[in-house]
């Protein structure tokens, strides 16, 4: 039981644009998401987050969204460079403490 | 962010051993501490959640005798792989997190663990 989606596995963007990573989740009661960046043999590094009652939070050139009705949100980077390329991870914290991850899209930024 | 050290970052070891992993906060005290598995190419799998002074709370499918946890002060948590197979080798990634449950976790570098 997939409660946090990820459902592109990669994604690949050219320098300079913006990177739109996805995410979908199928429980209502979520209310704090997360977003981790991972490099391989790696553990993941915090980017952003984001609590339901707000629907869009910004730091630098990221900026995550929210949309509680369509359980989605998104992580945008923009301009994306290529120190950006990585594997993204998006999480929730579910009701009983467990931080419960997506399945990865690996983001490759091309000069 | 908060720092939260994992050692050893690799681990060789040989059938039937066993390997320690310690994950510290350095700077926080993680009432709650997770370990995660992780597989090639795929997402972190949570093993178990410890909180600090008692038992740890095993996922579905993980063995508690082979994998112990113990989560004995607010900044050391660690896991134990017990009489290590082949299909034990794997990147072992501990967590850390703070009394607020809506909050950021915080990650330790990983241990990649290979076994002989």
């Known amino acids: 039981d997939q409660q946090v989606k990820q459902n592109s596995p990669s994604l690949s963007v050219q320098e300079g644009r913006i990177s739109i990573l996805n995410c979908d989740y199928t429980?209502?009661?979520?209310?704090?998401f997360l977003w981790y960046k991972k490099y391989p043999a790696e553990g993941p590094t915090f980017l952003i987050s984001i609590s339901s009652i707000k629907d869009k939070n910004e730091d630098g050139r990221f900026t995550v969204f929210l949309n509680k009705s369509a359980k989605h949100l998104s992580l945008h980077i923009v301009p994306s460079q290529p120190g950006d390329s990585a594997v993204y991870f998006c999480?929730?914290?579910?009701?009983?403490?467990?931080?419960?991850f997506g399945q990865g899209t690996e983001l490759s930024v091309k000069p | 962010g908060a720092v939260v050290s994992q050692h050893p970052s690799w681990v060789i070891c040989k059938s039937g051993t066993s390997v320690k992993i310690e994950c510290r906060s350095l700077?926080?005290?993680?009432?709650?501490m997770f370990w995660y598995r992780q597989f090639p190419k795929q997402s972190l799998m949570l093993m178990a959640t410890s909180n600090e002074g008692s038992k740890a709370t095993y996922e579905q499918g993980v063995e508690k005798d082979k994998f112990l946890i113990n989560h004995a002060s607010l900044t050391l948590s660690t896991l134990t792989v017990t009489s290590a197979h082949p299909e034990d080798s794997s990147f072992y990634i501990c967590?850390?997190?703070?009394?607020?449950?809506?909050?950021?976790?915080?990650f330790g570098q990983g241990t990649r663990l290979t076994v002989v």
């Open positions: 967590s850390a997190a703070g009394r607020t449950l809506n909050t950021e976790a915080f």
């Open positions: 700077d926080f005290q993680a009432t709650t």
């Open positions: 999480a929730a914290w579910n009701q009983g403490g467990k931080l419960i």
């Open positions: 429980n209502s009661m979520f209310d704090y």
